[in-house]
Structure formats: C-alpha cells, structure tokens
Nanobody, 132 residues
Framework: QVQLTESGGGFVQAGGSLRLSCAASGLSPHNYAMAWFRQAPGKEREEKER?????????????SYAISLKGRFTVSSDNAKKMVYLQMNALKPEDTAVYFC????????????????????WGQGTQVTVSS
C-alpha cells in the first residue's frame, strides 16, 4: 500500500523559512521521482488545480523547479530513508497554500515541469501559512 506522509508545515512570517518532509512507503521501483505541488486558498480542491513546485529523482541528482520559485526553494531526497524534502526560504504571503508530496508516474525522472496528470500518488498535504 502506497503512503506519502507530509510534515513540517505551519505558520511563518514573511521572510522566514520552513522545511517540509515527505515519508514515502510502498512505492513501485518504477516511481523514479517525486514532486511537490501546492494548492493556494480559493482554488477548488481538485487535483487539477494544483501547481507544480519542484521535482527530484530518488538519486537526488536530477531536480527541477517552477521557474518562479527557483532560488528560494530547494528540493532533495534521501533514497535510503525514502524521504523527500522541500526547503523553503524567503517565504512570501503568496506562498500560502497546502503543499502536497507526489510520486510521479513512470518513466518521469524529475527533470521536467510537471502537471497533476503526471502524478501517480498524492499525499494528504500540509498547510503552509505565511503572514505579511
């Protein structure tokens, strides 16, 4: 049974940092990469409304980011522990969202810009709130 469990969300002031974690279990060996998506408040709670944030291969060698977030966010993975991380710095109020960990469908390897249609499994999400 696949389980993706996010943690690390919370409330932070603008300019602050948070580190999200995702614990993965039960994945197929063909889920080569993981991703983070987010869903801002006011968006319908449908998977198709989720915005791509970053992706990483399980080796950690391949990463990709939404262009608008590159430089502030850093994605990483620990294959031995089956953990994925998202370090978020210089947070802005517009980063307020529910952040979702996702396993990408094979054969996606973490080098592209992805949409919800590329996702095989979703976590439940963790809320990040950034105050101005």
């Amino acid at each position: 049974q696949v389980q993706l469990t996010e943690s690390g969300g919370g409330f932070v002031q603008a300019g602050g940092s948070l580190r999200l974690s995702c614990a993965a279990s039960g994945l197929s060996p063909h889920n080569y990469a993981m991703a983070w998506f987010r869903q801002a408040p006011g968006k319908e709670r449908e998977e198709k409304e989720r915005e791509f944030v970053a992706a990483v291969s399980w080796s950690g060698v391949t990463t990709s980011y939404a262009i608008s977030l590159k430089g502030r966010f850093t994605v990483s993975s620990d294959n031995a522990k089956k953990m994925v991380y998202l370090q978020m710095n210089a947070l802005k109020p517009e980063d307020t969202a529910v952040y979702f960990c996702a396993a990408l469908k094979p054969p996606y390897g973490g080098s592209g810009t992805y949409t919800p249609s590329h996702v095989d499994r979703w976590g439940q999400g963790t809320q990040v709130t950034v105050s101005s």
